[in-house]
């Protein structure tokens, strides 16, 4: 599973800061974000290259959008379509809202279950398709710090929402462009408990060629700024670089 991390702070300079762990097969290829699709110009996106979608974008309007598997439903199945087309379908709209309502119109039966992130400077929403239904829900993630992983919304009942969360609520936010700090130590975290397992941590060693395969920091200012930092690899091991200056191209 994948988390995300939120901070929604409306009115302020940085009202929209996100921190993301990709979880996946380690033999599952991707490349790192960039423009990868001429069909969808303005996106900036990391690309699944097995399926052709992505896990987390952004688009020229500053929308963000990310999709994360809800427990048991890891990869793919016959008759399904990717969800990976989810957070590009979302970023084909202009602003959070629109994107959210356009995912939450779509027939359920057509994908594994999931959860969906889209957030933008003033609105934020999360989606989800639950086990054994078909009808996409949303629901606005509050102001403040939030946490989402293959569970629902600040759901204590993943054993890395119950740990994590409480530090980064605790801990100093971000203040982009330069100051990460304290949430790279949270988002690069192994501390588990031990009853939980290393599932439990933010960054999940690769065991059995599964775990944590590249992490981002994203921050989307009032003015229109973006700046994302992307790690290539778990952040335990591999830096973060600066790719925002891509983006205003």
Known sequence: MCTVVILRRPGHAWPLIVAANRDEMASR?????????????????????????????????????????????????????????????????????????????????AYRPFNLLVADCGQAFWLRLAEGSDAVERQPVPEGVAMLTAHDLNDTASARIRRHLPRFRAAAPPAPPNDWDAWVGLIASTDHDPADGPQGAMTIPLTGGFGTVSSSLIALGADGARHWRYADGPPTGVPYRDISVALRH
């Open 29 to 109: 290829p991707s490349l790192p974000p960039a423009a990868h699709w001429p069909g969808h110009p303005g996106v900036w996106a990391g690309r699944d290259a097995l399926a052709g979608g992505t896990w987390l974008g952004l688009n020229r309007a500053g929308v963000l959008a990310a999709v994360m598997n809800r427990v048991g439903s890891l990869g793919p199945a016959p008759g399904k379509a990717s969800r990976g087309a989810l957070p590009l379908a979302a970023l084909a709209h202009g602003d959070a809202a629109s994107g959210a309502a356009a995912i939450s119109a779509l027939d359920g039966a």
